[in-house]
């Protein structure tokens, strides 16, 4: 059983910016696909960013250039930044950990980003 944490969620006025992290135990860290992924009210989940195990890296179509999504292997860890915030920005974000994939892999609980002035 792998286990996601998300953190650094929280309310930022428009223009801002914040980090978030993913930190996971339990699997292969440093062989799974990591991804980030956001729900708002009322809409369905969308993808934010991926990074797979060997560093590629795929970008939403809701990134606009302000978002970058990096991992630490020793840490076991996953970042999002989010730079140039908007309102329609807010949503839960959710971490997803992939491996091996054919998996369905685990997600994490989210953590809410709320963009308002």
């Known amino acids: 059983q792998v286990q996601v944490v998300e953190s650094g969620g929280g309310l930022v006025q428009p223009g801002g910016s914040l980090r978030l992290s993913c930190v996971c135990s339990g699997g292969r860290f440093s062989h799974a696909s990591m991804s980030w992924h956001r729900q708002a009210p009322g809409k369905e989940r969308e993808m934010v960013a991926v990074?797979?195990?060997?560093?590629?890296?795929v970008y939403g179509d809701n990134d606009k250039g302000r978002f970058t999504i990096s991992r630490d292997n020793a840490k076991n860890t996953v970042f999002l930044e989010m730079n140039s915030l908007e309102p329609e920005d807010t949503a839960v974000y959710f971490c997803?950990?992939?491996?091996?994939?054919?998996?369905?892999?685990?997600w994490g609980q989210g953590t809410q980003v709320t963009v308002s002035s």
């Open positions: 990074i797979s195990a060997t560093g590629n890296i």
């Open positions: 997803h950990y992939l491996f091996p994939r054919s998996s369905p892999g685990f």
